[in-house]
C-alpha cells in the first residue's frame, strides 16, 4: 500500500482516537508543534514500495518551493526514502550503516509559464544500486493540488534508471493521478547489482478517505505473481489475493488489536521543548579530476554521491555553511584512513535490570547447550523469574543480512553453562553493544540484583586524542595485512577460514604471550608486526562474503598486558580475551569498503579536526501495561545520534498477511519495533521520558516525540466485513506497459534535454531549502 493511500485510511481511523491535550513545555514549543504523520502498513505494501521511495524522493528535493528559479542541486538520504528500511532488521554490525547519512545527488529544474499552467519539473538524480552508479531521469507534470475530495491531486511522473552504459532504460515506470484514482507502473530489467527484474503495477480508484477500492500486481523475476484486490469504508478494510484468501482489518485506530511502530523520533528539551540537536556533520563539496562532488561528513565518516570518487588523504574540501540565508564555503583538509579505531569504556548495572532483555550470545560448542548449530549466535534474554537464561533463535545471516529464525521451542540455560568462562558474553542493541554477566564468584541461588552486568559506551578515536596508546595486543580475532589478503584473495584449493591470524579466530582460550598478536598504533591507524596497514577498502574483496559485508572487526585490542591477564597466578602467564570485561578501557579495530568502517574527518584552517558528536546513550524506563509486553516496567537504553534518529527498541517479528505476530523465519514475517514511546503532552506525570546519567545520577531530562508512526490494523473475521457489505472489486484494469514514456530518449514528449551543469552549493537537503 502506498504510504498516501495509508494516510487516506488512517485518517479515518485517527478521527476515532482520543485528542490530545497540551502541557508544559509551553504550546508554541516544537515538542507541541513538530508534525506527526501516520500511514498504514499492509500485505499490498510489500509489492509497491517503490511508490514510497518515489513520492519521498520527489518531495524531498521541494521542487514546490523552487519554482522558476534556475536549476538547482538537492541532496535526499536513501536511508530515509528507502522504502524497504521499515521493515527491515537491523543486525549488530550494521547499526552505523543504517544510522549514517548516504546522499543522492539530484539536479532538479523547476518551472511554471503562468498560474494556469502546470509545474513542470525535470530532474537528474543519481542514485546507487548495490555500489554501481546510475542515473534516474525524472520528469513530472503538475496540473493540480490535492484537495479534501481529490486526495492526490493531479500529475504525472515519468522515469528512466540507468547505468553510465546503458542506451536503453533498465528501470522505466510513471505514477499518476487524476480524478480521485492512482495508476502505477514500473518495469526492470536488471538492477544495478545484477539481482532480477520485474513489473509492479497499482490501479486506485474511488479514493476518498471515507471508501475506496483498487488492485495491485507484482511478478518478480523467478519468483511468483503477487495481486490484491481490495476495497475500504469508514470502519474496514478488506484484502484478497490471488489464490482467493482474504483478511478483513478494522481501520479503528483505539482497536485493542491494532499494532503500532514508529521509525523517527525527536528528543527535545524538557523544559522549552526546543528540538535536541546533534554536531552530527555537515555537507562538503570537492573537485575531483576537474568533476564537481557532493558530500557528507560526520561521526560515522564520509558519504559521497554513487560513483564519485573519495577525496584523497589530504585534499582540500568545502564545508557548506547556510546560516543567514545564503550557501557560503570554507576551506577543509580531509583526512582519510582505510581503518577506524573505536575506544569502549566500561559501564555497570545489574543482572535484574536487564530482565527480559534481548542478547546476541556467540555458542561454540552448541552440544554442551542443547542447541541446533555450533559457532552461531542466539537471540536469548534473562528471566529473572525462573532465574534462567532463555534461548528462543538463532541469528542466520547472508548477503541480505542477518535475521532470526525462531527454535522449534525456547530452551531454559542455567547460567552455571557458562561458569568455566567466568560469564556470558553477548551483544544488546538496547544496551548499546557488547555485554558481559561477571559469573566470578557466584553461587547458586542465583541473586540476580547482586551480579553484575558490565557494557560499553563507545568513541570513535582520532589522531589527535591525548590518551590514545601506541601498542595494542589482541587474543582473539586479530587481523594483519597479510590475514586480510590471505582470506579475499585465496583461491581454489587454498582455503582460508577468516581473514584473521588462524591462532585467533574465534579464540577464546589462553594464550602465551608469544600467541598475541601485537599492533603499534600511529596517527589512529593499526599498524601489524610488519609495519603495514591494516586495512582493506577493496569493495571486490568483500562481495563474495556476505558476512563481513559490513567489513571486518577485531576483536578485543588490550592497552596494557596485565589487562589481559587470565585469572588465576599461573605460569607462565597466560592471556584471555574475555578479561576485557574487567578492563576500564579497551579499543577494536575496523576496515572495510563502507564509509562507517573508515575514518574520515576534516581539519579546519589551523589544522584542528573538526569533532563530531557519538549517538547520545539514554535511558528508558518501559511503562506497565499490556501494549509493553515482556518489557513492561524493564529498563532500557536507546541511542540517538540525531533529531529523527532514536534506535535501539527491541524488534519482533508480526506477518504481512494477517498483522499478527510471526515467526520470524516465515517468508512473510518482516520485523517491527516491540512497542512505541507514548507521546501525551497531558499526562501527569509526564509520559516518554529518557535520561542520561552521570556517576550513577540523572544528568539530563529529554522529552520524546514520534515523527511517522505505522499502523496495523486489527485483524477480524471475514464475516466483520461480509456483515458490513464490503466487497472487493473485480472488474478493476491496471496499468500496462503500454502507458510508458522515455524521458532520457530526444524523441519522447517528456524529453529532459541536456542536463544543467550546477556548481552553486547544494539548495535542498532531504527537503529543508537551504537559501
Known amino acids: 500500500m502506498s504510504r498516501t493511500l495509508g494516510r487516506l485510511l488512517m485518517s479515518a481511523a485517527m478521527s476515532m482516537a482520543a485528542g490530545v491535550a497540551f502541557a508544559s513545555p509551553s504550546a508554541n514549543s516544537p515538542y507541541m508543534t513538530d508534525a506527526q504523520s501516520s500511514y498504514v502498513q499492509d500485505a499490498t505494501s510489500d509489492s509497491i514500495g517503490s511508490v514510497n521511495m518515489i513520492t519521498c524522493i520527489m518531495s524531498s528535493m521541494r521542487p514546490d518551493a523552487l ?37 543522492m545527488t ?73 480524478s480521485g484514482a492512482l495508476s502505477y507502473y514500473e518495469t526492470e530489467s536488471q538492477n544495478g547489482s545484477g539481482g532480477a ?14 471508501s475506496g477500492s483498487g488492485s495491485v500486481a507484482l511478478q518478480q523475476s523467478g519468483s511468483a505473481s503477487s495481486a490484491f484486490n481490495f476495497a475500504y469504508d469508514q470502519s474496514y478494510f478488506l484484502r484478497n489475493d490471488l489464490l482467493g484468501n482474504s483478511e478483513c482489518f478494522s481501520r479503528d ?34 573537485t575531483s579530476a576537474g568533476t564537481s562532488y557532493q558530500g557528507y561528513v560526520g561521526y560515522y565518516g564520509l558519504s559521497v554521491q554513487p560513483g564519485a570518487p573519495l577525496p584523497a588523504n589530504g585534499a582540500t574540501v568545502q564545508k557548506v555553511d547556510y546560516s543567514g540565508g545564503t550557501a557560503t564555503t570554507a576551506n577543509f583538509t580531509a583526512v582519510t584512513y582505510g581503518g577506524r579505531l573505536t575506544r569502549y569504556t566500561r559501564q555497570t548495572r545489574t543482572l535484574q535490570s536487564i530482565n527480559q532483555l534481548p542478547l546476541n550470545v556467540f555458542i561454540g560448542v552448541a552440544t554442551n547447550f542443547g542447541l541446533p548449530d555450533p559457532n552461531a549466535q542466539y537471540v536469548m534474554y534473562w528471566d529473572d523469574a525462573s532465574a534462567k537464561l532463555i534461548a528462543t533463535a538463532e541469528m542466520q545471516c547472508n548477503q541480505n543480512g542477518c535475521q532470526s529464525n525462531n527454535l522449534a521451542q525456547p530452551l531454559s540455560l542455567d547460567l552455571a553453562l557458562w561458569a568455566s568462562m567466568g560469564g556470558v558474553q553477548g551483544f544488546s542493541q538496547s544496551l548499546g553493544g557488547n555485554l558481559f554477566i561477571n559469573l566470578n564468584g557466584v553461587s547458586s541461588p542465583i541473586n540476580s540484583s547482586a551480579v553484575t552486568v558490565v557494557y560499553d559506551t563507545q568513541d570513535l578515536v582520532y589522531p589527535t586524542d591525548p590518551n590514545l596508546p601506541t601498542t595494542l595486543y589482541c587474543a582473539s580475532n586479530c587481523p594483519t595485512a597479510a590475514s586480510l589478503q590471505a582470506y579475499f584473495k585465496q583461491g581454489p584449493g587454498n582455503t582460508v577460514a577468516a581473514p584473521y ?163 520470524c523465519n516465515d517468508p512473510n514475517a518482516f520485523n517491527v519495533p516491540q512497542f512505541i514511546i507514548p507521546y501525551d503532552p497531558a499526562a501527569s506525570p509526564q509520559q516518554g521520558v529518557v535520561t542520561t546519567t552521570s556517576s550513577g545520577s540523572v544528568a539530563t531530562t529529554y522529552l520524546v516525540k514520534w515523527q511517522q508512526r505505522q499502523i496495523r490494523f486489527a485483524n477480524k473475521g471475514l464475516g466483520v466485513c461480509s456483515n458490513a457489505r464490503l466487497q472487493v472489486p473485480t472488474n478493476i484494469v491496471l496499468p500496462t506497459a503500454a502507458g510508458l514514456l522515455d524521458p532520457s530518449n530526444s524523441s519522447s514528449s517528456v524529453y529532459l534535454g541536456a542536463e544543467p551543469t550546477v556548481t552553486a552549493a547544494p539548495r535542498v537537503i532531504q527537503g529543508i531549502v537551504e537559501y
Open 67 to 103: 519554482v522558476n528559479q534556475g536549476a538547482y542541486i538537492a541532496l535526499v538520504d536513501q536511508n530515509v526514502c528507502n522504502a524497504a528500511k521499515t521493515g527491515a532488521a537491523t543486525s549488530a554490525t550494521s547499526a552505523g550503516a543504517a544510522q549514517a547519512p548516504d546522499y
Open 106 to 178: 539530484a539536479v532538479v529544474n523547476s518551472r511554471r509559464a503562468s498560474n494556469s499552467d502546470p509545474m513542470i519539473v525535470t530532474a537528474w538524480i543519481s542514485i546507487g544500486q548495490g555500489g554501481v552508479p546510475e542515473t534516474v531521469f525524472a520528469h513530472i507534470s503538475v496540473t493540480a493540488a490535492a484537495t479534501a475530495t481529490d486526495p492526490y491531486g493531479d500529475f504525472r511522473l515519468d522515469y528512466c534508471g540507468k547505468l553510465a552504459t546503458d542506451t536503453a532504460c533498465r528501470m522505466n515506470g510513471f505514477l499518476m493521478a487524476g
Open 197 to 210: 527484474g520485474g513489473t509492479k503495477a497499482l490501479q486506485l480508484s474511488s479514493v476518498g478517505t471515507a
Open 253 to 286: 485506530a483505539t482497536d485493542p488489536g491494532t499494532g503500532f511502530s514508529v521509525w523517527q523520533y525527536g528528543l527535545y528539551d524538557a523544559t522549552t521543548g526546543a528540538r535536541i540537536e546533534r554536531n552530527s556533520g555537515f555537507p562538503i563539496q570537492y
Open 501 to 663: 591470524v588462524a591462532a585467533t579466530y574465534n579464540n577464546f582460550q589462553p594464550l602465551l604471550l608469544g600467541g598475541l598478536v601485537q599492533y603499534s598504533v600511529v596517527g589512529a591507524i593499526l599498524t601489524d608486526g610488519n609495519g603495514l596497514s591494516v586495512v582493506d577498502t577493496n569493495s571486490n574483496d568483500y562481495q563474495q562474503y556476505p558476512q563481513y559485508q559490513n567489513g571486518v572487526m577485531s576483536g578485543v585490542l588490550f592497552i596494557n598486558l596485565s589487562d589481559a591477564l587470565c585469572p588465576g597466578n599461573a605460569s607462565p602467564a597466560a592471556y584471555c580475551a574475555n578479561q576485557a570485561n574487567s578492563a576500564s578501557s579497551y579499543y577494536v579495530w575496523q576496515t572495510g569498503p563502507a564509509s562507517y568502517s573508515q575514518f574520515a574527518a576534516v581539519k579546519d584552517s589551523s589544522g584542528n579536526f573538526v569533532q563530531f558528536d557519538a549517538p547520545l546513550n539514554v535511558g528508558f524506563t518501559v511503562p506497565t501495561g499490556a501494549a509493553y509486553g515482556s518489557y513492561a516496567g524493564t529498563s532500557l537504553i536507546f541511542q540517538y545520534s540525531g533529531f529523527g534518529d532514536l534506535w535501539g527498541i527491541p524488534s519482533i517479528c508480526v506477518s504481512q498477511t494477517t498483522n499478527l505476530p510471526a515467526n
